[in-house]
């Protein structure tokens, strides 16, 4: 725990790794959550139905990247830049053990871009492809224009 | 337009999904980033990633980057340079 507290600057009640169990800097990490009925968002998510909304999962895993960095990022968060693909193919309730694992998918600069699988023993309940800019604020451009979108 | 230069063009308009713009709508000296063709510094991977599997020349770091992706015409010299005989 105190690696985690070390590590990421996020604290209850936005702090979504309880432990790591695998770390190879740079290229993959697996850490943990469990779920318990005392997180505060299930009181509203949902009334009598309490389940994990998906963006949290997507926001552990973010969490769980900071471990690829070697060093803390002490006060310095990172930014989740991108979700450029993100599944959920089953829900999480309170009392499931997440097994939260990480993999560098590619990387320039202070950008890098993960393949993210929350598992629950064994079942996989979200797969996301994240891009994470780290260790710096985020200073972007003007936006671009894009397909079927912006004006 | 040189066989490159147009080649960098559909290059990034294929990799960051510029789909409504046509390699004759980017100029050569047009800033990639900020004012320009108005990229996000967040696409800055991707266009890493395009030039490499696409021209075979790798961007190693930041400060390379910053001179490689100035303008179409400044990529263009970059691969130039760089690319695999």
Do not use: W
């Amino acid at each position: 725990m105190n690696l985690v507290l070390g590590q990421l600057p996020h604290r209850f009640p936005f702090l979504f790794v309880d432990r790591v169990l695998e770390r190879e800097p740079s290229l993959r990490v697996v850490a943990e959550k469990l779920v318990s009925m005392s997180e505060p968002y299930l009181q509203g998510h949902l009334p009598g139905r309490p389940l994990v909304p998906g963006v949290l999962m997507l926001e552990m895993l973010a969490q769980t990247a900071a471990f690829l960095h070697e060093d803390s990022l002490g006060e310095v968060p990172v930014f989740l830049a991108q979700v450029l693909d993100a599944r959920f193919k089953a829900p999480a309730y309170p009392g499931d053990r997440l097994r939260l694992e990480v993999r560098t998918d590619a990387a320039f600069g202070s950008l890098q871009r993960i393949d993210g699988t929350v598992t629950c023993e064994g079942r996989v309940l979200c797969t996301a492809k994240l891009l994470l800019k780290m260790g710096a604020p985020m200073e972007l451009a003007p936006k671009v224009r894009r397909a079927g979108g912006e004006p | 337009m040189t066989d490159l230069k147009l080649a960098v063009k559909e290059m990034i308009i294929q990799r960051l999904k510029l789909e409504d713009m046509t390699a004759g709508d980017i100029e050569d000296q047009a800033a990639l980033f900020g004012e320009g063709l108005g990229l996000d510094s967040i696409d800055a991977l991707e266009l890493v990633l395009g030039v490499e599997q696409t021209f075979g020349v790798k961007i190693e770091d930041e400060a390379a980057g910053l001179k490689a992706f100035r303008n179409v015409e400044a990529l263009t010299a970059f691969i130039q340079e760089h690319k695999p005989a």
